[in-house]
Each structure stands twice: as structure tokens, then as C-alpha cells.
């Protein structure tokens, strides 16, 4: 059985990717990671400034916030970072709290 403690740890787990995932900004910048990861294996932060008419220094802060949560990676080409999504990791750690709340309330 699932105690309230193990479901305020599976919360705080939760907290950076919620974070990451409340604001429209990261959300568009997902989105073009989403669409680029079919094509390509990646986006540098000029091409993400192109999809989403943010400034670079924007982009740049969004990505941090989003590589700290888990949610997107980089891998380094020459001199170009290119960023990609990472959400194996993230749905483990958001289905973990779905089957813990689930378990507490049945």
C-alpha cells in the first residue's frame, strides 16, 4: 500500500517536469523538437530560434530549464550543440506518480 510519504516523494520528483511543462514558451520549443526528431537527429539553438521567433539568449534559457528537467538532451556536432528530446526517463518518473496515487485511493 502506498503511504501519503511515497506520494509526496513521487510529487517532488514530478515538481521540475510540471515546472518545465507550465510554460507556453518550453511548450513551443518542444514542439519543434518533436517535429525535427522525425527528420533529424536534432536542433541547434539557431534553428530553434527560427521555428519559434525567440531570441537566442531566450532559447538558450528555456533549453537549460528544460535539459535540468529531464525533458530534452544535447549532443555536440563540431562545433553545434544540437538538442533533442529525452522523455524516457521523465514518463517513468510521471507514471511512477500515476500508479502511486492510484494504488492510495483504491
Do not use: W
Amino acid at each position: 500500500m502506498t503511504s501519503a510519504e511515497e506520494i509526496q516523494e513521487a510529487f517532488r520528483q514530478c515538481m521540475p517536469l510540471f515546472i518545465a511543462l507550465g510554460d507556453e514558451v518550453r511548450l513551443t520549443i518542444i514542439d519543434a523538437l518533436s517535429a525535427a526528431s522525425f527528420h533529424q537527429q536534432g536542433l541547434n539553438v539557431n534553428q530553434i530560434t527560427q521555428k519559434t521567433r525567440l531570441s537566442r539568449p531566450a532559447v538558450s534559457h528555456h533549453l537549460k530549464i528544460l535539459r535540468e528537467a529531464g525533458l530534452v538532451d544535447m549532443r555536440q556536432a563540431g562545433t553545434a550543440n544540437y538538442y533533442y528530446l529525452t522523455i524516457a526517463e521523465c514518463t517513468r518518473i510521471l507514471m511512477n506518480l500515476g500508479f502511486r496515487l492510484q494504488e492510495f485511493i483504491h
